[in-house]
């Protein structure tokens, strides 16, 4: 069976540092990826997907970035984080079929930016 | 891009039947429709899908007219543990494979005793 891992559960960070969020997905081959995130009480912003190996498509301009250095793994980063990062962030992935719709997420990570 | 439009919030009570309805009035031919459910602090879960007329699994129900322009989820004799944010999708279909998955506001459904 699928399963999709995300860490850590919960992170404090400065404003001005670095971050760097992973998931990983485990019992497929060449899922779709995803980040999104969601501020308190709204809905869900897509962030990045990635329907392949460096291809990842970027929906929000911010500073922070993604990567997929393997097929199962999706990274997403940032160099300095700003107050307005703070939120819920989840990471989800699908099978790679333009009809499929069904998304499984992770547990995702609370983001504080202190 | 099909964008979708649904109502903010919904109050029912426990053993309703609760009807959530969707507009997605720029829907493509291929697109096919999706429920997710989600909980507080938790990610979205995936309820159900349809292309077109009725689907029905051993949560919801999902009925779609022939134009397809609007779509309703059905939830049979609601408890208090269906309160939740409920998000209707509509495809969008990306280029390469798979869909880009756009979730908009949702619908808060709050169901009491």
């Known amino acids: 069976s699928q399963t999709i891992h995300q860490w850590p559960a919960t992170l404090v960070q400065p404003v001005g540092s670095p971050l760097s969020l992973e998931c990983t997905v485990e019992?497929?081959?060449?899922?779709?990826l995803y980040w999104y995130r969601q501020a308190a009480g709204r809905g869900l912003q897509l962030l990045f997907y990635?329907?392949?190996?460096?291809?990842i498509s970027s929906e929000v301009p911010q500073n922070l970035s993604a990567s997929r250095p393997q097929d199962r793994q999706f990274i997403l980063s940032s160099k300095k984080l700003l107050l307005s990062d703070s939120g819920f962030y989840l990471c989800a992935w699908s099978m790679p079929d333009r009809r499929n719709t069904e998304a499984f997420f992770g547990q995702g990570t609370r983001l504080t930016v202190v | 891009l099909a964008k979708t439009t649904q109502p903010i919030s919904m109050d029912s009570y426990e053993g309703q039947e609760v009807n959530i309805t969707c507009s997605h009035n720029n829907i493509a031919t291929n697109d096919y429709i999706t429920w997710y459910q989600q909980f507080p602090s938790q990610g979205p879960r995936f309820i159900i899908q349809g292309y077109k007329t009725k689907v029905t699994n051993e949560v919801a129900s999902l009925f779609i007219p022939a134009d397809r322009k609007s779509s309703t989820l059905s939830l049979p004799r609601v408890s208090l543990s269906d309160t939740a944010v409920y998000y209707c999708?509509?495809?969008?279909?990306?280029?390469?494979?798979?869909?880009?998955?756009?979730f908009g506001t949702g619908t808060q459904l709050k169901v009491e005793l």
């Open positions: 990635s329907i392949g190996i460096d291809q």
């Open positions: 019992g497929t081959s060449n899922p779709n």
């Open positions: 999708l509509v495809g969008d279909m990306v280029t390469g494979g798979g869909n880009k998955l756009t």
